[in-house]
């Protein structure tokens, strides 16, 4: 089945603890992002991927890292989480980076940073 | 700046309703244009593309509007299961809008 999975789904960590939420896609799709959704103020881009190796910066990149080291995988590292990154991510991944292509996302991963 | 500005709602309905969501974008050289779908708690998932000469999907109708840059969704008949949140999405750069809910009362 073509999808989007992320781990974990649900995370409660503490202020400065550092951590990773796994993104993998199995559609062999060049083009990878990072999205949270806060209430009242909508998807905004964290970070997104065009291929292997290529990260760019999106709309709110600070306090986060990516990489790319295979084409499945786009892992997003929050180095030392603090409250305000209290969020629901989603990972999202499309065939290419041309503008007419579906987004397909994964399921959500739900963060709470005390 | 570039936005993409929706209606929040809530858009309460009865089943059987016919409902319109408008949604406008600032960025003049947008090519391609999205309704999503977001369940409750749920991953947003695509409903249709937006074609400049619209397009129909079923009980569902899309219009895009260049020179206004608008873009609209019209569910016709609604049903309990339409109950949702409708993202307009905007792309190139990609933008989403915040979305309009919509509730659908029997």
């Known amino acids: 089945e073509a999808q989007v999975t992320q781990n974990p789904r649900y995370l409660i960590t503490v202020t400065g603890k550092k951590l990773t939420v796994t993104c993998s896609q199995n559609m062999n799709h060049e083009y990878m992002s990072w999205y949270r959704q806060d209430p009242g103020l909508g998807l905004r881009q964290i970070y997104y991927?065009?291929?292997?190796?290529?990260?760019d910066k999106g709309d709110v990149p600070e306090g986060y890292k990516v990489s790319r080291k295979e084409k499945r995988n786009f892992p997003l590292i929050l180095e030392s989480p603090s409250p305000n990154q209290t969020s629901l991510y989603f990972c999202?991944?499309?065939?290419?980076?041309?503008?007419?292509?579906?987004?397909?996302f994964g399921p959500g991963t739900r963060l709470t940073v005390l | 700046r570039k936005e993409v500005e929706q209606d929040p709602g809530p858009f309460n309905v009865p089943e059987g309703a016919t409902v319109a969501f408008n949604c406008t974008y600032s960025?003049?050289?947008?090519?391609?244009f999205f309704w999503y779908r977001q369940d409750c708690r749920k991953e947003p998932k695509l409903l249709m593309s937006v074609y400049s000469s619209g397009n129909e999907d079923g009980r569902f109708t899309a219009q895009l509007n260049r020179a206004s840059q608008y873009i609209s969704l019209l569910i016709r008949d609604s049903k309990l299961s339409d109950s949702a949140t409708y993202l307009c999405?905007?792309?190139?750069?990609?933008?989403f809008g915040k979305g309009t809910r919509l509730s659908v009362i029997a």
């Open positions: 999202a991944s499309s065939q290419d980076g041309s503008s007419y292509n579906e987004q397909f």
């Open positions: 960025n003049s050289a947008s090519q391609s």
């Open positions: 999405v905007v792309n190139t750069p990609l933008v």
């Open positions: 991927s065009m291929n292997v190796e290529v990260t």
